[in-house]
């Protein structure tokens, strides 16, 4: 079976501190690991893909296969970063997602 | 593009009632994907769906949910006999094609409250 894991429901940081939002997953084979974003009123977007090995909005996420996590990162938070995230994940010859419960993320300025 | 289209964007049911909840894929999509959102939860896979065949339903209630993708026109998602418990907030997700650095791109949602 497969699980995605964000063990913070929230995550308040002020303006320019450095941010990091926990995601954890179990799989048995090769995944496919993803973050999206949801800003307020607006519908769920992806901001990254760990495949694309690429920085969006000043965000990075490395996959540890190690530690099984993808933890999405930036070193200077900006106030328009709030917005709910999410990781997810799909797998081999399955192509629906399955979803963490999500971070809220509050930068206050 | 407009983008994924659902409608209605909130949607009021007595028990009892039927909900039809629909989903327009963005131009050119042929897979859709059919969420669901519990308050305080993540998004719940629900069935997966190419252009007139269900893939994967999977993560679909056994009983009173239904799901189709016809030729012609949007994807339906139908609950019949609603429960209070089925309010939620129901997403679809189309992509081009499956396989490998595929994006899903979302709707807006459908918000389904059961009185």
């Known amino acids: 079976a497969q699980r995605v894991t964000q063990p913070e429901k929230l995550l308040s940081v002020f303006k320019g501190a450095p941010v990091e939002l926990k995601c954890n997953y179990s799989?048995?084979?090769?995944?496919?690991l993803f973050w999206y974003v949801q800003y307020s009123r607006q519908r769920l977007q992806l901001l990254l893909r760990?495949?694309s090995r690429e920085s969006i909005k000043g965000f990075t996420a490395d996959l540890n296969k190690g530690e099984t996590s993808f933890h999405l990162k930036k070193p200077f938070a900006q106030e328009e970063d709030s917005a709910m995230y999410y990781c997810?994940?799909?797998?081999?010859?399955?192509?629906?997602?399955?979803f963490g419960s999500g971070t809220r993320l509050q930068v206050q300025p | 593009n407009a983008g994924v289209m659902q409608n209605p964007r909130h949607l009021v049911r007595r028990r009892g009632q039927e909900a039809r909840l629909r989903c327009s894929p963005m131009?050119?999509?042929?897979?859709v994907y059919w969420y669901r959102q519990l308050p305080e939860e993540g998004l719940k896979f629900m069935v997966y769906?190419?252009?007139?065949?269900?893939?994967?339903e999977s993560g679909m209630p056994k009983e009173r949910f239904s799901a189709e993708f016809p030729k012609e026109g949007p994807s339906i998602l139908r609950i019949q006999q609603v429960v209070r418990g089925d309010s939620a907030a129901y997403f679809c997700?189309?992509?081009?094609?499956?396989?490998?650095?595929?994006?899903?791109?979302f709707g807006q949602g459908t918000r389904l409250t059961v009185v």
């Open positions: 997700a189309s992509s081009s094609r499956t396989g490998m650095n595929t994006e899903a791109f």
């Open positions: 799989y048995s084979g090769s995944p496919e």
């Open positions: 760990h495949i």
């Open positions: 997810a994940l799909t797998g081999t010859g399955r192509r629906a997602l399955t």
């Open positions: 131009k050119g999509h042929s897979h």
């Open positions: 769906l190419q252009k007139e065949n269900i893939i994967d």
